[in-house]
Nanobody, 112 residues
């Protein structure tokens, strides 16, 4: 299984972006999926997870602003990011937990 993340870019404070993460093969539906991010000089941190059963969890820093979703028919996970803040600037990575697979990362930059 391989993951391809996209959708990052440059946005102003308060703006929105939607990230996508497409998985190859047909095993996407067998795993929980999550998003992480890594800001310059900082360790990679967990952002959100969408479990197989449908439950989702969020880091406190993004709760109420970010929404994770998935479309198993398209082998795709999404991260809708609203009301973006400068501290959201990072490279965002998707992950399939069961297969220990990471996407390549997509840069999100929020300008003030």
């Amino acid at each position: 299984v391989q993951l391809q993340a996209s959708g990052g870019g440059l946005v102003q404070v308060g703006g929105s972006l939607r990230l996508s993460c497409v998985a190859s093969g047909d095993r996407f539906r067998d795993s929980s999926v999550g998003w992480y991010r890594q800001a310059p000089g900082r360790v990679r941190e967990w952002v959100t997870t969408f479990a197989i059963g449908g439950a989702s969890n969020y880091a406190d820093s993004v709760k109420g602003r970010f929404t994770i979703s998935r479309d198993n028919a398209k082998n795709t996970a999404y991260l809708q990011m609203n009301n973006l803040k400068p501290e959201d600037t990072a490279v965002y990575y998707c992950r399939l937990f069961k297969f220990h697979v990471w996407g390549q990362g997509t840069q999100v930059t929020v300008s003030s």
